[in-house]
C-alpha cells in the first residue's frame, strides 16, 4: 500500500493511558507500516512523563519518526486533513476538522479507536460504521479486545523476543537492577512491582508482605498508590524516587516513571507484577508473568463487570485451583478488601500461573496484533 498520512488525535483525561496507548500506536505504524504518523496531543506536560524526550514548549516537533503536534482550539492554520484520521477513545474532533474531511474529493478513512474490554458485546460492534448526522462521513469504531472478531491488542513486532532474550539473560538483569540502585534479591526471595491506583488492598497486602516468612522487594513507580503503600508499612512520610523502606521482610523501593520501554523492562524482570488501566494492564501481559489488574473505577461497579470479562478469557485454560486463586486475588484487589489468605493461596498455585502467563500471550497474537488489523482495517477501506 502506498505511504499513507495518519493524523492520531489524544486528549489526556485524566493519567497516561490515553496518551499511553496512542503514543505505542502512532510508533508502531510508522515503524512497521511505514505510515507518515501526526499525534496531536492536547497535554503535553503529561505526555513528557512517560516520553521524558518531548520539549513541552514546542508545539509541533519530531519525536522519532512521530511529529507531535499541541492540539490546540482552534487547530493552527497549516493544518491538512490526513488519509487516516483516528479519535482515540471518543474525543470529539473539531468542527473545522470535520469540515475539512467532509469537503475532501477522497474522504478520509475515520475511526474511533475504543478503550479495550473483554466485555462479548464489544464483538459485535467492532468495525460498525455510523453515518455523521450532517456531513457525508462514516466514522467506524474499532475496538481493541481479546479474540479474532475484535481489533486484538498493541504489541510491537518482535516484542516477546526481545523479552525472551532480557528474561534469560541474567548478566543484563543484575546490571539492570543494580543502575536502578536496587541490591541483589535475598536468596528465594521474590520481586514485585506495583502500579495501581489508590488502594485500600494496597495496604492489606503490604502487611501481608511484611508479616510473610518470604523475602519480597517491592518496585514502586512513583503514582497514585504511593501513599497507601507508606500507610500499609505504617510510615509517615514523603516518597521520592530513590528512598527505601524497610519492614519485616519486606523492602520497598521508590522509582522514577520512566519511558515505555523502561516500564517494560521492569515488568519482564519482577516475578509479579500489579498493574492498572489499559495500557500496563496490557504491557503486564506480554511480560509473560504473573499479574493482577486494578481496573479503572467506574460508576455503579460496572468495571468489575469488566473485570469479570477478562477474567472469563484468562481463566478459561487455567486449572480450577489456580483460576479461583487468581480470580479471589484480583476481585478482592478490586473491591478494596484483600484477605491475608488471598495472596498465600495464589503463591500455592505459582508455577500453574507462571506456565499459564507465559503461553497466554502467545494464544493472544495468533490472530496478529492490534496494529496489523487496524492496517487490514484501512487497506480493505481505501484502495
Ligand atoms: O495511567 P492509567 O491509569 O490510564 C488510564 C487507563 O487508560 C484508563 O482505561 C483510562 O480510562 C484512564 O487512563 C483515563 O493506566 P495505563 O493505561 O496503564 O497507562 C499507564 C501508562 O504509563 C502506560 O502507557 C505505561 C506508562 N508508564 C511509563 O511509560 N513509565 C512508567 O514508569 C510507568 C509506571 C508507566
Not at 243 to 267: E, H, I, K, N, S
Request: with cysteine; aromatic share 12%.
Amino acid at each position: 500500500m502506498r505511504r499513507l498520512r495518519w493524523d492520531i488525535f489524544c486528549t489526556v483525561i485524566d493519567n497516561f493511558g490515553d496518551i499511553g496507548v496512542t503514543w505505542r500506536l502512532a510508533r508502531q505504524l510508522a515503524a512497521q507500516y511505514d505510515a507518515d504518523v501526526t499525534l496531536w496531543v492536547d497535554d503535553l506536560t503529561s505526555f513528557a512523563r512517560i516520553a521524558p524526550a518531548l520539549d513541552t514548549t514546542q508545539a509541533s516537533q519530531m519525536l522519532g519518526a512521530i511529529r507531535v503536534r499541541h492540539w490546540s482550539v482552534p487547530l493552527p492554520p497549516d493544518t491538512v486533513v490526513a488519509e487516516v484520521v483516528i479519535e482515540a477513545f471518543g474525543c470529539y474532533l473539531p468542527d473545522d476538522y470535520q469540515q475539512a474531511m467532509a469537503a475532501c474529493s477522497v474522504k478520509p478513512l475515520w475511526l474511533n479507536l475504543e478503550y479495550l474490554s473483554a466485555e462479548a458485546w464489544v464483538e459485535n460492534c467492532h468495525g460498525l460504521p455510523s453515518p455523521h448526522p450532517q456531513l457525508p462521513l462514516n466514522k467506524y469504531f474499532f475496538f481493541p479486545g481479546f479474540t479474532s472478531r475484535t481489533g486484538g491488542l498493541l504489541c510491537e513486532q518482535g516484542l516477546l523476543a526481545e523479552r525472551d532474550a532480557w528474561q534469560a539473560d541474567q548478566a543484563a538483569q543484575d546490571a539492570y537492577w543494580l543502575t536502578q540502585g536496587i541490591p541483589p534479591c535475598p536468596a528465594g526471595g521474590l520481586r514485585l512491582s506495583l502500579f495501581s491506583y489508590e488502594s485500600t488492598a494496597a495496604r492489606q497486602w503490604l502487611a501481608t508482605l511484611a508479616a510473610s516468612a518470604q523475602p519480597v522487594q517491592l518496585l514502586l513507580p512513583l503514582g497514585k498508590v504511593v501513599p497507601d503503600v507508606l500507610a500499609g508499612l505504617g510510615i509517615v512520610a514523603e516518597a521520592r524516587a530513590g528512598d527505601g523502606f524497610r519492614c519485616g521482610q519486606l523492602d520497598v523501593f521508590v522509582l522514577p516513571m520512566t519511558d515505555q520501554a523502561g516500564y517494560d523492562r521492569l515488568l519482564w524482570s519482577c516475578d509479579f507484577n500489579i498493574v492498572r488501566g489499559e495500557d500496563s494492564f496490557v504491557r503486564a501481559q506480554w511480560a509473560g508473568r504473573p499479574f493482577a489488574w486494578h481496573i479503572y473505577p467506574q460508576e455503579e461497579h460496572a468495571h468489575i463487570e469488566k473485570l469479570n470479562a477478562f477474567l472469563v478469557h484468562y481463566c478459561a485454560a487455567l486449572a480450577p485451583g489456580a483460576a479461583t486463586a487468581l480470580r479471589d486475588f484480583m476481585l478482592q484487589w478490586n473491591q478494596g478488601q484483600l484477605a491475608p489468605q488471598a495472596w498465600e493461596t495464589l503463591r500455592q498455585q505459582w508455577p500453574l500461573l507462571q506456565q499459564h502467563a507465559r503461553v497466554w500471550p502467545q494464544q493472544l497474537l495468533a490472530d496478529a496484533d492490534l496494529a496489523a488489523r487496524l492496517v487490514q482495517f484501512v487497506k480493505m477501506r481505501l484502495q
